[in-house]
């Protein structure tokens, strides 16, 4: 994976929230750093970009809470 890919384009289809997109890859990498088992090869990589190709690939999903108004 080069350091353009996947771009943001592609990563806003699977999530249209940028905010929760960087979440997710957040705490994804901190999974990863912790001992998680990558879904993908790593080779390589750093946690931030397997977490972020992990995304890409839809192996990662969020489910994001839509708070609700009184």
Do not use: C, F, W
Request: net charge negative.
């Amino acid at each position: 994976m080069a350091i353009n890919e996947p771009n943001l384009e592609e990563l806003l289809e699977k999530n249209p929230s940028a905010y929760t997109l960087v979440v997710e890859a957040s705490k994804r990498a901190r999974e990863l750093i912790d001992g998680a088992q990558p879904l993908v090869e790593p080779g390589k990589k750093k946690p931030l970009s397997i977490a972020i190709e992990e995304i890409n690939r839809g192996l990662i999903t969020s489910h994001r809470k839509l708070s609700e108004e009184d």
